[in-house]
């Protein structure tokens, strides 16, 4: 009986050793959230400033004024990526969809009152992925992005305002690095730093018309939608089961 216990107890160790075997990762699926810092707001707000939209106007709430042109330090941005292990367990090949949303920027004229411009970008990366070591991973691959401008300051008193949206297509390169801050059987965690240099893009004129055909423009100019991107990943798992 003795030996047949530890006859049965060997099996069981052999079949589980087999099946960790025949167990392992190929992949993973991830989301990521963040914010997106610098891109083209600073340049429009330069423009604002040299093209009169940079005037004052008294805030009655806070009984201050408010001057012109301001933003947000920083946007919103948003990815998901998939991608599949490579035979050395270290190294990766995937693609990300990333989009991001710069913060707007508001102007004010004192014929054509306000001008607001908010800037994004939609961009899709084949990347490779390589581990330093347990905890840090760096990443990188060319970049095709979908850069949008347009205006969001418009007033239903004038019918003829235009609606100034611009989309261009721009290429770039995308690179970055991982913090891993845990690691589970489901799920894993990372920091990730990555930043997007592109090729800028040309758009406009934008402008504000308010009363009397009065009108103000910012005129067509090239705008850097470079930008970098501190994220918050949540990544699943793509485990390969083999049946015995």
Known sequence: MKYLSSIVLLLALSLSLTAQDETRRIGGFELGAGVNFFGPKAHMSELMTFHAFDAGIV????????????????????????SRILKDQRSELGALFHFSRFSKVHGYSEISKELDVVFSSMSLTPFYRFGLNDFLELQGGPTLLLN??????????????????????????????NIHLWDGMETYGKLGLHYTIAVPSSMGPFSAAYGFNELDTIPKDSYNFSHLNLMFILGFHHWHFKSL
């Open 59 to 82: 805030n009655w709430i806070y009984l201050r004024e408010q001057e012109y042109p301001f933003n947000r330090p920083s946007g919103l941005s948003f990815e998901m990526s998939y």
């Open 148 to 177: 949008q401008g347009k205006k969001t300051s418009i007033y239903d008193e004038n019918v003829d305002e235009t609606m100034d949206r611009y989309w261009r297509i721009s290429a770039g390169l995308t690179a970055g690095l």
